[in-house]
């Protein structure tokens, strides 16, 4: 009952910054994005998915160890928007980043439904990082 949207992957060097944005739309006016957590997950080459960082309703965040202290998530309810700040990206930070929305989870929770395939997601855009 959700459509989201990815972009802004692309090509960087080791130490690179991107940002990538998650447009999320509801396909009946009977849906409200603002109750769903939204998240952005990955998966790499051979890899299964992995979450990443998401926002739940509340707007509390959850990160995974990989990624803190290098990767901001925010969330913009008015807009049905959510972002991932990368930076200091690494080689192993090369794969395909999508989003999700997953109902009636916490910002934890969301990170483990969602990589293992619950909610609404997008098609994916590809980071790829060079050394």
């Known amino acids: 009952q959700v459509d989201l949207a990815e972009t802004g992957g692309g090509s960087v060097q080791a130490g690179g910054s991107l940002r990538l944005t998650c447009v999320a739309s509801?396909?009946?006016?009977?849906?409200?994005?603002?109750?769903?957590?939204l998240g952005w997950f990955r998966q790499a080459p051979g890899k299964g998915p992995e979450g990443v960082a998401a926002?739940?309703?509340?707007?509390?965040?959850g990160y995974a160890d990989s990624v803190k202290g290098r990767f901001t998530v925010s969330r913009d309810n008015a807009k049905n928007i959510l972002y991932l700040q990368m930076n200091s990206l690494k080689p192993e930070d090369t794969a395909v980043y999508y989003c999700?929305?997953?109902?009636?989870?916490?910002?934890?929770?969301?990170?483990?439904?969602?990589?293992?395939?619950?909610?609404?997601r997008g098609q994916g855009t590809q980071v790829t990082v060079s050394s």
């Open positions: 999700a929305a997953v109902s009636l989870v916490t910002a934890t929770q969301c990170l483990d439904v969602g990589a293992k395939g619950g909610g609404y």
């Open positions: 509801a396909r009946y006016d009977s849906v409200r994005v603002r109750n769903y957590c």
């Open positions: 926002v739940d309703t509340d707007g509390n965040i």
